[in-house]
C-alpha cells in the first residue's frame, strides 16, 4: 500500500519562498507519475503542478508557471515544490498525489490518481 505525508507547509509573507515535501513509503507501481493540488478556503481542490516518473515531464497551472517548480528524488522516495513569489492567493491546503494510467505520463484530472497525502498548509500574509 502506498502512503503519501506532506511537509514543510507554514505561514509566510508575500513575496517568500518556500519548499513542500511529499515523502512515499511502500512500493509504487511502474510509471507513477505525482502531482500537487491545492484547496484554498471555500473553493474546490485544483491541479498545480505534475511530474512524470523519470521528471522529464512537467506541467503546470497557468496561475503558478514560473513561479512554482516540481521536482522528485526517486532514490529518496520524495517528491517536491519549491513555491516562489509567493502571493496570498496561493494561500491553501497543498496536497500530494500519485496515480499510474497505461499511456498516461502527466495528468492534471485528480481521477487519474489514486493515492493522496493529508495536506499540508501554506498561508501567505499580505
Known amino acids: 500500500q502506498v502512503q503519501l505525508a506532506e511537509s514543510g507547509g507554514r505561514l509566510v509573507q508575500a513575496g517568500d519562498s518556500l519548499r513542500v515535501s511529499c515523502t512515499v513509503s511502500?512500493?509504487?507501481?511502474?510509471?507513477?507519475?505525482m502531482g500537487w493540488f491545492r484547496q484554498a478556503p471555500g473553493k474546490e481542490r485544483e491541479f498545480v503542478a505534475v511530474i512524470s516518473w523519470s521528471g522529464t515531464f512537467a506541467r503546470y497551472v497557468d496561475s503558478v508557471k514560473g513561479r512554482f517548480t516540481i521536482s522528485r528524488d526517486n532514490a529518496k522516495n520524495t517528491l517536491y515544490l519549491q513555491l516562489n513569489s509567493l502571493k496570498p492567493e496561493d494561500t491553501a491546503v497543498y496536497y500530494c498525489?500519485?496515480?499510474?494510467?497505461?499511456?498516461?505520463?502527466?495528468?492534471?484530472?485528480?481521477?487519474?490518481?489514486?493515492?493522496w497525502g493529508q495536506g499540508t498548509q501554506v498561508t501567505v500574509s499580505s
Open positions: 498525489a500519485g496515480g499510474t494510467r497505461d499511456g498516461v505520463i502527466t495528468a492534471t484530472t485528480q481521477r487519474l490518481y489514486d493515492y
Open positions: 511502500g512500493r509504487t507501481p511502474s510509471n507513477f507519475y
